[in-house]
Nanobody, 120 residues
């Protein structure tokens, strides 16, 4: 079994910062891509940032220059540093990873989501 557990969400004022973290655990053989998605109320889930080992991270246009994704391959973790937060960044943020694990088919796994609220 594979689990992704997120942490770090919360309430912040516009212009503030938050750091989200996600840890993958289980009988993991390899993690290919890791990323963050978000879903705002009444909207579809969208990709925020993704990182593949050995590749340049990719970001959705609305967060470029403000968010930074990073991963620690040794610890099977991915983080999202969010700066200059705006009210429109308010959403539930989900961690996602493409994982190969013992006894399981390679597939995409999701965390449970963490709330980020940007408001004055």
């Amino acid at each position: 079994q594979v689990q992704l557990v997120e942490s770090g969400g919360g309430l912040v004022q516009p212009g503030g910062s938050l750091r989200l973290s996600c840890a993958a655990s289980g009988s993991i053989i390899s993690i290919f891509s890791m990323g963050w998605y978000r879903q705002a109320p009444g909207k579809q889930r969208e990709l925020v940032a993704t990182i593949i080992h050995g590749h340049i991270p990719d970001y959705t246009d609305s967060v470029k220059g403000r968010f930074t994704i990073s991963r620690d391959n040794a610890k099977n973790t991915v983080s999202l540093q969010m700066n200059s937060l705006k009210p429109e960044d308010t959403a539930v943020y989900y961690c996602n990873a493409d994982i190969s694990a013992r006894g399981l088919q390679r597939g995409f796994y999701w965390g449970q989501g963490t709330n980020v609220s940007v408001s004055s």
